[in-house]
């Protein structure tokens, strides 16, 4: 018998299952991250970085949108598919500006809840997890309130899915995304530091101004006008409280306006919030740290020439002319136009030439955007640029404080006059009288400050119930300037269609609780 | 004194030992002085030479399948005995794993290859000569590439990932081996084949179980010889052979022809000012200009040199089995050969009664330049491709002698077209792919029987392999002024060091109980693997003849606005980076054999397995399987019928698994990359971030199969069937799957999702013919069927890779593309179809319908579908042809069925085997033949199928029009390039010779043995497929879902060879 137990005891030899624990020796797994406080930094800064991912402001979220309004249009013809349908409303749920949008604003989400879920049990003190947390929970606020401009009910996620595989949460009406976004905030508004720690990194100050905006849009969106009158309130606060102010010391409109998009002013007072880009040398198309935007914005004639590197994703309807006054240093700011000499480092280095061109795009009277080529490093290497994306500038919070001023009572207030002044007196224009702020007005003024910078199209979006006119005036006003007809038509656009934009077919096929809408699902 | 006394007492008894049946020489026959342990055994050629004690008197002769013999010695010196085959001892031995069990009580599906038998194909790699040997098992050797591996499917492809077997070599695992297709060199061929005894290939569940999680698509078990009582015998195998392409499938344009191509592609868009149309012109003034076949150029016969020796000596107490090889084979392009060097030594030895020591250790070297592979998919190895392209106009050489293009100033010589391209001879030449393998394997093990029939083993092994792989890429030519772009030199070096050991404990215990035989085994293994490796790369060398790092590079400089040089960097960045993994088994199995009366027969397995590769929760899996026999042909019912000798019905159903995902799966990961950086204070700050989430449900795929099978004997077993039908399911497929898009993670996690259904049909006939007058032929026949259908997949979609589709309902890895219905053979048909890309005038605002133009004019000609296009179905009958509805399963990369057929005959020393393999039922996408008939800009050479191109009205209704810039893209994926890749073909003929033993003696060769023989290879294969062989092996990593798509792979080529086998 003892000789069966010593059998028995060789046999088992070594039968320790330690082994079989094997993790990737080349870098940590999640069971050894979310411990240290630098951990948790690394954590904060890569959520940051679903802003720049490629997927969301790259370039398709700014330019995207842009192309949706009447300020600028898509000059590329088959060679950028996607553009082409996409500019004249004729895209379908597998348009990638689609699925790259919904992805990448997911994806962000994803990376705030990681640190919403795993920060709590780092060794960190109390301060240092607020702090951490209210910059997560500002993104994923942010993230909500993007996805809910651009698609309308959207599934909220407030949660790291345990099973990857069996997770498919429901959309959730727009109501209840707004409530988390709120929530989000102002956690946000009362965790963060007034002050950034880093130039670039939000503040208690931009969840206020953040919160202004998202009670201005909830209101027009949901109908809810008891928000205006808190979107004032927030907006107030900013102005009288915040650091912010514009940059308007040159004492020439034109180079107020030429600062405000240069690298070394970037996160400057004028800035809110911005999502910041930095050229890594790599290829534009995979790192996320180096932005595309203002290159595929350029107009695309001139591309590698004349340091102008261009997609010519923007170029500017021919009304705009006639729409614009002169009299506004932004126009000229804004645009090229033929024959307008190109001025690099104080030497001419050549001319605009939109007809000169045998591109594949060329319309007549085609002008050129211009705004963003004034930043030096745009013109360099492979047209990557440092530049950050403007998502909230000083000069939009003025403009939404007078339109929520107006919109809380009917009646807008001195303060709100002297915030759209502000804004119109940098850019060379007289002062309006209180009488002469209209909404309409608001919108106009929205327009010309904010031209190119994705923000035209959600003043669309958001004002299609007590504005509906907006959208249809602006759309017949481009095709009436339109003298040789050559333009971007609109007759497309299907309102239940084309306001909010359909859930992505990828979202579709692989989350079966998620529902095409109805207008994208008929007859399919 | 005493000296003196043995020698009067002892003497020498030789001869031979022969079988009555015909089958000439008996090697390995027993022979031994009764009632003592006094023996020896018969060499190779049935001789043996024993020294007896003069007080013996009986000698007996015993053989496994024959009638033991006793012999009187009386005062003979020369003792020739003739053994009496005896049917019902003609029991084969089969491995099992674990253990060796007499075939007529296996229970499970289980196929048999001997050496010899794999040793009749002279081949690099053991596992190409089992094509067409074993039901149920198929073998593609997708390359002629020296020293690529073939790829095994056993029982149909069961999976979406790595399909491969596992490898079981000497007990040891060797774990899922991707040797085939035409990526690699096949580690598997660093393993002689002349050192392999056999392989056993277990088929069904209840037999691969007790390998438990890794053995879902099948085990191999290969033994290696051992060392055998008896007399030292020393035996030397050398042959030489050499191999042919046959490029009789299909041929190119001559030059004429080829201008005549271009002129009537460029004609029919009217296009009257191109680029080299004075060349073109002046071709078809007459000018009789000079052209060049570069494929002929760069082809040579290729040769296989072989040389094997191995001695096999053993007393009573130790046997030792010790070989080396050399084998060198050069391909058949430049710079593609192997070298390998094989060093082994198997010894046993017994202490005492109970106790059995022995080794196994096998050294191996093998140096391989695969320039002329490997992976045809790759466009920079793409050689056959591209010799078969080049331009007949394309001068090989410069005015100097030197290689065209090359040297600075070498001459645009007047419209020598594509004169600037590439030069891809010497591309071949100059690029270098060298891969070193060095592998020492060896294991000692221990028997001890502790009681009589209880045996205790035990086995350490370690397996540990030093890889060397460097690749050169020297600067392309880009045209003729600055003859080389260095930049594009680039230098590759990885090396890593893979190291696997290994232990086994197991106990066994075999006893008869009256009636009852037991024979149970429980026991453990641990296996753990270590590979870690490094690797650097430089590019952009000022000077390519030096492939050192630290030469000079070309740089970049960084200056300032003012044109200042701030700093000189490297253009292209020299790079390094390391990896480490490691990954751990830890198993325990046991099984239990029982047998009534040898006639109902009932085998219990069960293996647990634990592996590193799976989360704490889901890492430890249970495979049970059971299995039952019942030999009907022992009831006493069955005795009447003599002409039945054995009949036995078997049945058995077991799950194993297949554990094939990357290793660390199932953990979360944190990414610290480029994507996880954000800017503050203008600058890039790192972040990290988990970029793929924990799946701890990530498990094994567990293969659920039965197996029913019947064998039956006639006539004393001269003639046996055996026919198996199995149901194998894969479920729980190991996939890669995009979670919901809300999920918002960076990189996809692996799951278990996906269904696979195998079911097949396997028959196997082994019949000896004929024995009269020392005439004996034998023939085996193996038949099988095997249907695949994916049952489901992640969320049921579609899973693309090129022509290939995995989709639910239908076999894995199909062909999938436009259905064609011939050539548009007027404008009337044009414009009577559905919209393909025909001239349109505008689009019906109500139906959307396009409304044609009816225009027939040069324009629409050039730029829109016109007759001589390619007519596509539209499946749903929308009026457009779009690759989103009217696309369809065009083919089947999977074989119906397949079939092996051996006929053996022999006469005295005279041996014939004749050996032919079919492959029917099975498409394959000729994606080589696209880039040869399409209409294209490039100067490419076409293939001569092109001469009978549509060219009018009913000239043809398969072969398109040439037509520049193909508006109707003809070359799109279609049932066009679909062609049936059945064969039937003379895979092996092999004539042998024994020089009879009186002229040996004669020469005074007292024992031993000679023996010549020739073989053919490859000699015939009809076919209806026009590349160069149909046999295309899968494209990338062993992936079934991307196979039969042939993008010009390095052909198989018949093979001559002669040999000769020495022994004494």
């Not at chain 1, 914005?297 to 729409?323: C, L, S």
């Not at chain 2, 046991?590 to 006639?599: E, H, L, P, S, T």
């Not at chain 2, 036995?648 to 990414?671: F, H």
Request: with cysteine.
């Amino acid at each position: 018998m003892k000789k069966y137990i010593i059998i028995l005891s060789i046999l088992l030899i070594g039968s320790c299952t330690e082994m079989l624990d094997q993790t990737d020796p080349t870098g940590p797994t999640g069971e050894d991250f979310f411990k240290s406080e630098t951990d948790i930094e690394q954590a904060v800064v890569a959520a940051y970085s679903g802003l720049s991912n490629p997927n969301s402001f790259h370039r398709i979220g700014v330019v995207g949108f842009e192309q949706f309004s009447d300020n600028v249009y898509s000059g590329s013809s088959t060679t950028d598919g996607a553009h082409a349908t996409w500019t004249t409303f004729n895209y379908d749920p597998q348009s990638t500006n689609i699925t790259r949008t919904y992805r990448g604003f997911y994806q962000l989400i994803n990376q705030c809840n990681q640190v919403i879920a795993r920060a709590p049990e780092a060794d960190i003190s109390t301060e240092v997890l607020n702090q951490a947390l209210g910059e997560v929970r500002f993104l994923r606020g942010f993230g909500h309130f993007m996805l809910t401009l651009v698609f309308g009910d959207v599934p909220i996620v407030t949660e790291l899915p345990a099973d990857p595989a069996g997770f498919a949460p429901e959309a959730s009406p727009a109501s209840e995304v707004y409530e988390q976004v709120i929530a989000d905030l102002q956690f946000a508004e009362s965790n963060l530091s007034p002050v950034a720690a880093q130039n670039g990194r939000v503040t208690s100050w931009t969840a206020k101004a953040m919160l202004a905006k998202v009670y201005l849009f909830g209101a027009d969106e949901l109908g809810n006008s008891a928000w205006y009158g808190l979107a004032e309130q927030k907006a107030t606060e900013v102005i009288n409280g915040g650091p912010y102010g514009l940059f308007n010391d040159s004492g020439n409109p034109t180079e107020d306006l030429i600062s405000i998009f240069q690298t070394f002013n970037e996160n400057g007072k004028e800035h809110i919030f911005t999502v910041n880009h930095f050229n890594g040398g790599g290829n534009w198309s995979d790192g996320n740290v180096a932005s595309q935007f203002p290159m595929a914005m350029n107009p695309r004639q001139m591309r590698n020439r004349n340091n102008m590197w261009g997609f010519g994703w923007a170029y500017v309807y021919e009304a705009i002319d006639q729409q614009w006054s002169d009299d506004d240093a932004r126009k000229d700011y804004n645009i090229w136009f033929q024959d307008e000499p190109i001025i690099v480092n104080g030497d001419t280095t050549g001319f605009y030439d939109q007809l000169g061109q045998n591109r594949c795009c060329v319309r007549d009277n085609g002008m050129g955007f211009q705004k963003f080529w004034y930043q030096e490093t745009t013109k360099n290497v492979n047209g990557q640029s440092t530049l950050g994306f403007p998502v909230m500038r000083y000069a939009d919070l003025l403009l939404m404080y007078a339109e929520a001023d107006l919109l809380a009572d009917g009646n807008i207030s001195q303060q709100g006059v002297d915030a759209i002044n502000a804004v119109r007196e940098r850019a060379g224009l007289p002062a309006l009288s209180a009488a002469e702020v209209t909404l309409e007005k608001i919108m106009e003024e929205r327009r010309w400050e904010l031209f190119g910078e994705g923000k035209r199209w959600f003043d669309f979006v958001r004002k299609r119930t007590i504005l509906p006119n907006l959208i249809n005036d602006a759309f017949a006003a481009i095709a009436a300037g339109d003298t040789d007809n050559d333009d971007n038509d609109f007759s497309a656009f299907t309102p239940e269609r084309h306001y909010k934009l359909p859930y992505p077919q990828s979202a579709i096929d692989r989350n079966p609780n998620l529902v095409q809408k109805p207008a994208w699902s008929a007859g399919e | 004194m005493l000296t003196q006394v043995v020698w009067a007492q002892e003497k020498t008894v030789r001869g031979t030992v022969t079988a009555n049946d015909g089958s000439g020489v008996l090697p390995g026959v027993t022979i031994l002085v009764q009632g003592t342990t006094n023996g020896t055994t018969t060499d190779m050629n049935g001789n043996y030479n024993l020294l007896v004690p003069a007080d013996a008197n009986v000698l007996t002769f015993s053989y496994i399948g024959f009638r033991t013999q006793e012999v009187e010695i009386g005062n003979r010196t020369q003792i020739d005995v003739e053994l009496e085959v005896d049917a019902s001892q003609l029991e084969e031995v089969v491995v099992i794993g674990f253990g060796t069990q007499e075939k007529k009580d296996i229970t499970g599906a289980v196929s048999s290859v001997s050496g010899e038998e794999l040793n009749e194909i002279p081949v690099p790699s053991f596992e190409q000569a089992l094509t067409g040997r074993a039901a149920g098992v198929q073998v593609t050797t997708g390359s002629g590439t020296p020293g690529a591996g073939a790829s095994l499917r056993i029982r149909g492809v069961g999976s979406t990932n790595n399909a491969e077997p596992l490898y079981v070599i000497d007990g040891i695992i060797i774990g899922n081996v991707t040797g085939g297709g035409q990526t690699s060199i096949s580690p598997l061929s660093l393993i002689n084949p002349n050192d392999i005894e056999s392989i056993d290939i277990l088929k069904d569940a209840s037999a691969t179980a007790i390998y438990g999680a890794r053995a879902g698509n099948g085990v191999v078990i290969i033994t290696t010889k051992r060392g055998k009582e008896g007399k030292m015998s020393i035996n030397l195998d050398t042959y030489t052979s050499v191999n042919v392409l046959d490029r009789s499938n299909f041929s190119m344009l001559n030059g004429q022809q080829w201008a005549e191509y271009y002129s009537s592609m460029m004609n029919e868009v009217g296009n009257t000012d191109y680029v080299g149309k004075p060349f073109v012109d002046k071709v078809l003034s007459g000018a009789d200009l000079p052209t060049y076949d570069w494929f002929d150029y760069a082809y040579r016969d290729g040769s296989i040199n072989s040389v094997n020796l191995s001695v096999n000596a053993g007393s009573e107490k130790s046997q030792i089995f010790t070989s080396l090889n050399y084998f060198n084979q050069e391909g058949i392009l430049p710079n593609s050969d192997l070298r390998r060097y094989t060093i082994r030594l198997n010894s046993d030895h017994k202490f005492g009664k109970r106790l059995k020591v022995g080794n196994t250790l096998a050294i191996s070297r093998s140096e391989a330049n695969t320039v002329g592979n490997v992976n045809a998919n790759s466009n920079t190895k793409d050689w056959i491709g591209r010799l078969l392209a080049a331009n007949p106009y394309k001068p090989i050489f410069d005015a100097e002698g030197d290689y065209a293009g090359l040297n600075a100033g070498d001459p645009d010589a007047e419209g020598q077209l594509d004169y600037l391209n590439e030069h891809p001879i010497w591309n071949m030449e100059t690029n270098y792919n060298r891969v070193v393998r060095n592998r020492i394997w060896g294991s000692v093990f221990a028997d001890y029987e502790i009681l009589e029939g209880l045996v205790f083993h035990t086995m350490g092994s370690i397996d540990w392999s030093f890889n060397k792989n460097e690749a050169r890429t020297p600067a392309n030519t880009i045209d003729g002024a600055a003859a080389r772009d260095e930049t594009t030199s680039r230098l590759n070096m990885n090396f890593n060091e893979p190291r696997t050991w290994f232990v086994e404990n197991t106990l066994r215990y075999q006893k008869q109980f009256g009636k009852h035989n037991i024979n149970v085994m429980a026991g453990y293994q641990a296996q753990n693997s270590l590979n870690t490796g490094f690797s650097a790369g430089a590019g952009a060398f000022v000077d390519t003849r030096y492939w050192f790092f630290g030469r000079p590079q070309l740089t970049n400089e960084i200056t300032d606005g003012e044109g200042n040089v701030l700093a000189t960097v490297p253009l292209v960045q020299p790079g390094v980076g390391n990896f480490q993994n490691e990954s751990a088994f830890v198993s325990y199995f046991g099984r239990a054999i029982y047998d009534f009366n040898d006639k109902y027969l009932l085998t219990v397995t069960v293996r647990r397995d634990g592996s590193s590769r799976f989360g704490p929760e889901q890492r430890w899996g249970t495979f049970p399987a059971v299995s039952a026999g019942w030999r009907i042909s022992e009831e006493a019912f069955m005795t009447d019928i003599e002409q039945v000798s054995n009949l036995k019905l078997r049945a058995g159903y077991g799950i194993s698994g297949s554990d094939n995902t990357s290793l660390y799966q199932w953990n979360s990961r944190v990414g610290t990359g480029g994507n996880q950086e954000y800017v503050f204070n203008g600058g890039p700050v790192p972040g990290a971030i988990l970029t793929r989430l924990a799946n701890e449900f990530l498990g094994w795929e567990e293969i659920r199969m039965l197996n029913v099978g019947l064998d039956i004997g006639f006539f004393k077993n001269r003639l046996e069937l055996t026919v198996d039908y199995f149901d194998k399911t894969t479920d729980g497929l190991l996939l890669n799957f995009a979670p919901a898009e809300e999920v918002g993670v960076l990189s996809n996690p692996s799951g278990n999702l996906g269904e696979i259904n195998n079911k097949g049909i396997e028959f196997t006939v082994n019949s000896v013919n004929m024995i009269q007058g020392g005439f004996k032929w034998s023939t085996n026949f193996n038949i099988s069927a095997v249907s695949n259908e994916v049952v489901s997949l992640p969320a049921n979609a579609d899973r693309f890779n090129g022509p290939n589709i995995t989709r639910v309902g239908e076999e894995i890895g199909a062909l999938y593309g436009f259905q064609s219905n011939g050539l548009f053979q007027n404008w009337e048909e044009v414009y009577g179809h559905a919209y393909q890309n025909q001239n349109v005038e505008s689009f019906d605002e109500e139906t959307g319908l396009p409304v044609y133009s009816g225009a027939t004019d040069q324009a629409v000609q050039a730029n829109n579908t016109a007759p001589g296009d390619i007519r596509y179905v539209d499946q749903n009958g929308d009026g457009f042809i779009d690759a989103d509805n009217d696309r369809v399963i065009i083919g089947s990369t999977l074989p119906d069925f397949t079939w092996g057929l051996n006929n053996t005959f022999s006469y005295k020393g005279i041996g014939l085997s004749v050996f032919f393999q079919g492959v029917h039922g099975i498409d394959l996408y000729n994606s080589l033949r696209i880039r040869q008939e399409r209409s294209n800009a490039s100067f490419a050479n076409r293939r001569a199928s092109v001469l009978d191109r549509w060219q009018g009205e009913g000239t043809s209704n398969s072969i398109p029009r040439a037509v520049f810039t193909d508006p109707n893209s003809n070359e799109r994926a279609s049932d066009i390039w679909v062609e049936d890749g059945s064969f039937i073909r003379l895979k092996n003929v092999r004539l042998s010779y024994n020089l009879p033993r009186t002229l040996l003696q004669a020469i005074g060769m007292q024992s031993g043995g000679v023996n010549f023989y020739a073989v053919g290879t490859n000699l015939l294969t009809f076919t209806k497929y026009s590349g160069f062989d149909p046999e295309v092996g899968l494209r990338s990593g062993g992936n079934p879902e991307t196979a039969g798509v042939d993008n010009g792979a390095y052909p198989i080529s018949r093979q001559f060879t002669l040999g000769m086998q020495l022994s004494f």
